[in-house]
């Protein structure tokens, strides 16, 4: 399996090439689903490429967003000069983006983002006659599922192993969008989920509602799958993926340093696990890899447990902190402080010292920070700067001639790759010849390579400083240049032509039960339960008055869901609502793209060339059709109320209240014994 690790600066990309990334990933200007970082221009994009080249790392760009019209020509051309700078796959969310990269750049290699929400086997196979080499499985998708994919299509399968865990389905989730004007399909997420919440209940009869949970009821702990590579590979997962472009150069180097030992099953230390808390952690879960198990964390991270406060000294201005720990603090470390499990402080004390092999002491300003607390490192500037300082130069062989009256000549290999670079000719030292020691010293400086073996044939010549400073340059340069050598041809810009005019559904109502219909139009109905008598009633009843029936699909489908959803729609005289690829096969009497699709432009949906409804985007003659604000695959019952499958308490009624008031109607959908949740 590759490791693939998050870069979202130039130096967070050389720590995953030193701690031994196979591939990275990373963004540039606000074309990726991380514009909230400074990430990388297309200027310093062709250094980064070249720098992971070097040390034969590949480099993949995320273009992962959904684009508008008037954006996509920009989207295009960006794709063409990463290539030209040697970028060699690109992570791709708008199938109109993909279908115009297939159309006029066919030898380009595609990735399907996360945010397409693949999880199952008919949605790859879509992907796969598209021209898609590798998909990124949505979290969602389980063992069975992976293996199912893998035996049945010849597509590269790439999983997210560590990192953030979104509680909402990738690519759907709205919530940031209809409240922020902040769309996560456009890399703007405001992070709602992350924030507190009340899950109330309320039945219909009731007066007043009843507080079931709260807390940070939405923002999930970080997934974890350390210990189940050996179950993903024998599932037949390629890639390995670490999230984390808007983390710190230390994260992605602790974190890629973890999965490559375990990868070369090598012996993992508590200090590597410790380094991982440190680096950043919301708490730890399987999610979905291991049947639905707790997700909810907390809104930051944790850190690293480190001891206990001993006591405190009030002052007027500044209290003086006694912490029993055996753990090295560092000055201008980042500790929290906890007390009853619910964060109360944060401070980077400058003045630490330490009384005894287990007490530290130091002055802040913060002042509420008592006896009993739990001290928590989020930041160690130890590490942190040992980090920084860290570097694993390419080893390289130098051959140098230097006689009088010759030109010199350097012979240089690296990689298994040589280079040979002449100067000028050399003149006769009269004073001060030029020495071995010399050439040593001036070759050993460079940022990319270590010299591991240099042969020297030297006679009676002479080099100034600034002479042998440029004949490294030029050496090293031209060596680097052939180490980053991109053999594809180039590529030339097109522009794009916008000549599809999409069609879409107008005059329709959003119902869940039969009884609501009673009149001449299209109802898209949302039915609780996918079942054959439920559907049926609403069929009749459109036929009683002449209406339209469209059956709105489940955004997410196991195996058996797909199974059961072709017998209730195949060969039916109603339509059906697509919100995601599995459906597009499906052989019903009409389909209309449904807001799950995330069809942002009249190039994705000139792609379908079926009628299509919106989630956001705003296409000319295009009806927009609100989705859930979320897609929830775990079970919120048992999460927050621990009940069981065999006994599930779910009914109408239960909302979750967001800090501003907003209430979020929680409603079950199923299928066969499959359930997904909804906020409406």
């Excluded at 507080?211 to 974890?224: E, N, P, Q």
């Excluded at 001993?310 to 002052?315: A, C, F, I, L, T």
């Amino acid at each position: 399996m590759r490791l693939l690790s998050p870069a979202g600066d130039m130096d967070s990309l050389k720590q995953a090439v030193y701690n031994g990334a196979d591939e990275v990933y990373l963004g540039v200007n606000n074309f990726n689903a991380r514009n909230n970082i400074a990430g990388f221009t297309l200027e310093s994009l062709r250094e980064a490429v070249n720098f992971a080249h070097a040390y034969k790392v590949k480099v993949l760009l995320a273009v992962n967003i959904l684009f508008p019209d008037d954006e996509l020509q920009a989207a295009l051309d960006v794709v063409c000069d990463a290539h030209n700078m040697g970028v060699d796959a690109f992570i791709v969310q708008d199938i109109g983006l993909a279908a115009l990269i297939k159309k006029h750049y066919p030898s380009l290699e595609l990735h399907a983002s996360t945010q397409m929400a693949i999880h199952n086997l008919e949605g790859v196979l879509i992907l796969e006659r598209l021209g898609f080499k590798r998909v990124v499985l949505a979290r969602e998708t389980g063992l069975d599922e992976i293996k199912r994919i893998k035996q049945n299509s010849k597509i590269e399968l790439e999983y997210f192993v560590h990192g953030a865990l979104c509680v909402s389905f990738s690519g759907n989730c709205y919530l940031s969008s209809y409240e922020c004007d902040a769309s996560g399909n456009r890399g703007r997420c405001k992070q709602l989920c992350r924030l507190k919440y009340k899950l109330e209940y309320k039945p219909d009869n009731a007066k007043i509602a009843k507080t079931a949970a709260s807390g940070y009821l939405l923002s999930t702990k970080d997934i974890k799958l350390l210990d189940e590579l050996t179950k993903l590979e024998n599932a037949g997962v390629f890639v390995l993926k670490i999230e984390g472009r808007a983390r710190r150069p230390f994260y992605v180097a602790a974190v890629t340093e973890l999965y490559r030992k375990a990868l070369d099953c090598k012996i993992i230390t508590k200090e590597d696990e410790d380094n991982i808390l440190i680096a950043f952690n919301r708490g730890f879960t399987p999610a979905y890899f291991s049947d639905n198990k707790v997700l909810a964390g907390t809104s930051a991270s944790k850190g690293l447990f480190i001891g206990k406060v001993e006591k405190v000294n009030p002052g007027k201005k500044f209290s003086e902190v006694w912490i029993k720990t055996k753990y090295p603090i560092m000055p201008k470390s980042g500790l929290k402080f906890f007390r009853s499990g619910i964060e109360t402080s944060t401070v980077s004390p400058h003045d630490i010292k330490r009384i005894d092999g287990g007490t530290v002491y130091f002055t802040t300003a913060e002042n509420d920070i008592q006896a009993g607390d739990y001290v928590h490192i989020f930041m160690d500037s130890h590490l942190e700067k040992a980090i920084e300082s860290k570097m694993q130069k390419l080893p390289v062989s130098v051959n140098i001639t230097a006689k009088e009256g010759e030109p010199v000549k350097v012979e240089l290999s690296a990689r298994g790759v040589k280079y040979s670079f002449v100067g000028d000719n050399l003149q006769p030292a009269k004073s001060s010849p030029l020495k071995i020691e010399d050439l040593k010293e001036a070759f050993k400086k460079s940022p990319l390579f270590t010299v591991k073996q240099l042969t020297v044939k030297l006679s009676n010549v002479f080099m100034t400083k600034a002479q042998l400073n440029e004949l490294r340059r030029s050496a090293y340069d031209g060596l680097t240049n052939e180490l980053c050598k991109h053999q594809d041809e180039k590529l030339n810009k097109v522009k794009i032509e916008n000549d599809y005019l999409p069609r879409t559904l107008k005059n329709f109502k959003v119902i869940e039960n039969a009884c609501e219909i009673k009149e001449k139009i299209n109802y898209i109905f949302n039915p609780e339960k996918f079942d054959k008598e439920i559907i049926a009633e609403a069929e009749a009843a459109c036929k009683k008055c002449g209406a339209e029936l469209f059956l709105n699909l489940p955004y997410f489908a196991t195996k058996s869901d797909v199974e059961k959803l072709k017998t209730l729609v195949e060969n039916k005289s109603f339509g059906i609502i697509l919100n995601n690829l599995y459906a597009i096969c499906f052989d019903a009497n009409k389909k209309v793209i449904g807001p799950g699709m995330n069809v942002y432009n009249t190039h994705s949906a000139k792609y379908f060339d079926l009628p299509v409804l919106t989630a956001e985007a705003k296409i000319s003659g295009v009806s927009k059709l609100k989705a859930p604000y979320m897609t929830l695959r775990h079970c919120p019952m048992r999460e927050h109320l621990g009940a069981k499958c065999s006994e599930c308490n779910y009914t109408d009624g239960y909302v979750y209240v967001m800090q501003s008031g907003k209430r979020l109607k929680l409603k079950r959908q199923k299928v066969e014994n499959s359930c997904t949740f909804y906020l409406l």
